[in-house]
């Protein structure tokens, strides 16, 4: 009864302050509305490409291209031929990003009798990253054709499900959702800090109420404050274009797993701040650096450590975040559900569950004894 009345309080401080109410809701929804403004392209792009053909006699190359097709039937390619003279508008074209790639086919000579083809393209923009996988196969069929070998390999991509993401927002969404909830770290800070700064350790003492009392109270606030981010974010998500294919519920379940880690980081924080200031200034750095490393916001390369129970684990598998982040996109952006999930929530779990640990011992041992 006591740590339920503490986090009531907990709960009313956070809803008179604007600031608390800006940092773990409002702050997200403007990161989720960047997402889709920047990120909302159907995953499945007809990629407008030049091709400049040095020798028009010569259309096996972009007879090709046209010929192109996805799974569902929608083409690969719009590609606009043109001559050696037109390249500087091809490369503007290719600058401005009105154009995924160029191509240019030259004919073979007498020292050379293979013909040369030539993809130009921004190595970092994303949509020529994957065109060119498509183009480099299919100017390898042409050419084993050409060559009359018969053809070993054939490369078909197929979506795994009707259930798969539609467009990139699909994949970022949940991303969005894992910062939202890491926004808990420097709201415990803040809040913890405060109370290390208005001495209510000292005058616990004299009351009935206990420090484990107040500390439960806080962590029953700031998970109820986890369950309402889930929410918000995933009908914020909806009204945005998301395609949901799971299930809300198990979304809060491995929202308030990652929130367990979460408010152990913040009593961390909270123990050597001078201030709460100070508190959800360095919690906040604590929170950024893990939705980056967790790979929230962009894929990062996969640096495997082991093997475990046949799952690869990485190097910023440390983080409770990482899992909870691959947990809640393959829940909503797949429509996979506990079972499928049951490793990366087991270790979202265990994870969290370490933190949060070590959040109240470090807080016993810093704060308490003192």
């Excluded at 997402?35 to 053909?53: E, G, K, M, R």
């Excluded at 994949?171 to 415990?188: D, E, H, S, V, W």
């Excluded at 420090?211 to 029953?220: E, H, K, M, P, Q």
């Excluded at 909503?332 to 929530?345: A, D, E, H, M, T």
Aim: proline share 5%.
């Amino acid at each position: 009864m006591r740590a339920l009345l503490v986090a009531r309080k907990s709960l009313l401080e956070m809803a008179r302050e604007p600031q608390l109410l800006g940092l773990v809701l409002l702050m997200p929804l403007i990161f989720l509305i960047i997402t889709v403004l920047s990120y909302n392209a159907p995953l499945l792009v007809t990629h407008p490409i030049w091709v400049i053909n040095t020798e028009p006699g010569d259309t096996a190359v972009v007879d090709a291209l046209l010929a192109e097709r996805y799974a569902n039937g929608q083409p690969t390619f719009d590609v606009t031929v043109a001559l050696m003279a037109d390249r500087p508008s091809a490369e503007q074209a290719l600058k401005e990003q009105t154009a995924t790639a160029l191509l240019i086919v030259e004919p073979g000579n007498s020292q050379e009798p293979m013909r040369s083809v030539t993809i130009l393209g921004d190595a970092l923009y994303m949509r020529f990253y994957r065109a060119s996988v498509i183009l480099n196969n299919v100017v390898r069929q042409v050419a084993e054709r050409e060559a009359r070998q018969p053809e070993i390999v054939r490369v078909v991509e197929e979506p795994l499900d009707p259930a798969s993401p539609q467009t990139e927002f699909d994949l970022y969404a949940p991303g969005i959702m894992i910062f939202a909830l890491l926004m808990i770290i420097p709201q415990t800070a803040m809040l913890v800090a405060r109370e290390i700064r208005w001495s209510t350790l000292h005058r616990l003492r004299l009351t009935r109420l206990r420090a484990w009392d107040l500390l439960t109270g806080i962590s029953l606030a700031q998970m109820a404050v986890a369950v309402i981010q889930v929410v918000v974010m995933f009908v914020a998500a909806l009204a945005m274009g998301f395609h949901n294919h799971g299930s809300l519920l198990l979304a809060i379940v491995v929202g308030l797993a990652v929130s367990f880690s979460a408010i152990g980081m913040g009593l961390i924080v909270a123990c050597f701040a001078q201030n709460d200031g100070q508190a959800a200034n360095a919690a906040s750095t604590v929170a950024m650096i893990q939705v980056f490393l967790s790979g929230s916001f962009y894929q990062l390369p996969s640096i495997t450590m082991f093997t475990l129970a046949g799952h690869q684990i990485d190097l910023f598998d440390i983080f409770p975040a990482t899992h909870g982040f691959l947990a809640l996109q393959q829940v909503l952006s797949y429509g996979v559900g506990l079972r499928q999930i049951g490793f990366r929530l087991a270790a979202t779990l265990i994870l969290s569950a370490f933190y949060f640990v070590v959040g109240i011992t470090v807080f016993q041992q810093l704060q308490m004894k003192n």
